[in-house]
């Protein structure tokens, strides 16, 4: 079998395999699409309809009457940007730290940096939880995202990242009178931007899709976030599967924004490293 038409068998195979893996990632999606276009009786139905035969938004009105779905979408949002811009700062200018700045116990100070890893979050989230009640942070934005804008992962990610910047770029940099901040800034954070969208899209949707916590410090209805208001909703309405999954979609529409605007950093920022030369 000649080369040409190996590589073209290969790749049909290849193919054939990402669009089953595909199709089994997109369908839980469809589904809730899906159910979420159907009337009553529609969902009722055994066996149950792969697609719609009428198309209404009746379950989307009802979801939003039944939970005020918008302000915890808000909420979610602010949240989940104010957990974005902290982490990249912090992550940002700690990684800079442990890359470019030689002081003494570095790589130990790094070490122990990095263990906070291995702590799991229900090991912290009492004493977080006591000293946001202290400060009286409850039912505020700065309670649900103060406790996560420094990240131990987030700076493992952007030092790995800036080690592969010359050193000889930044010697250079210093002997021309440049300091650390102004490095940072105008050479370092242009070269890292696949580093930094892959971090904020982390960040965001690990905030966005945050339950436990949200749920312990706010009792206001109005600071409740969207994944509160979809457990209320299936409370409320839990024979009602058409309305639930509308919430659900309704919920899903701004992380499916954020992957459309940020596809091509975000995959940057995963293969970055993968191929040398």
């Not at 912290?124 to 649900?144: A, C, E, H, V």
């Not at 919430?247 to 995963?270: C, D, E, H, K, M």
């Amino acid at each position: 079998m000649d080369y040409p038409l190996r590589r073209l068998l290969t790749n049909m195979v290849l193919y054939i395999v990402l669009v089953i893996v595909a199709i089994f990632v997109l369908f839980p999606i469809w589904t809730a699409i899906n159910i979420s276009l159907l009337n009553d009786s529609q969902v009722a139905q055994y066996p149950p309809q792969m697609f719609p035969t009428s198309f209404s938004l009746v379950n989307y009105a009802r979801a939003l009457e039944q939970a005020p779905l918008l302000r915890y979408l808000l909420n979610s949002v602010t949240q989940s940007t104010l957990v974005m811009l902290g982490q990249l700062v912090t992550a940002c200018l700690a990684a800079y730290a442990f890359a470019f700045i030689d002081f003494k116990y570095r790589n130990i100070l790094f070490l122990v940096f990095l263990a906070t890893l291995m702590i799991p979050w229900e090991a912290t989230i009492i004493p977080n939880y006591l000293l946001i009640k202290k400060l009286k942070w409850d039912n505020t934005f700065q309670g649900l995202a103060v406790p996560f804008m420094a990240t131990g992962f987030g700076t493992f990610l952007l030092r790995q990242f800036f080690l592969k910047i010359p050193k000889e770029l930044h010697d250079a940099a210093v002997m021309d009178g440049c300091g650390s901040f102004r490095f940072l800034l105008t050479i370092v954070l242009p070269l890292a931007r696949p580093a930094l969208g892959t971090l904020a899209v982390y960040s965001f949707l690990q905030t966005y899709n945050q339950y436990l916590w949200p749920l312990l410090i706010t009792n206001d209805q109005t600071m409740r976030t969207v994944q509160i208001g979809i457990a209320l909703l299936q409370d409320e309405e839990r024979f009602m599967f058409n309305t639930v999954m509308a919430g659900v979609v309704f919920v899903l529409v701004p992380t499916f924004i954020l992957f459309i605007f940020s596809n091509r950093q975000l995959i940057r920022g995963l293969t970055a490293g993968a191929v040398k030369g």
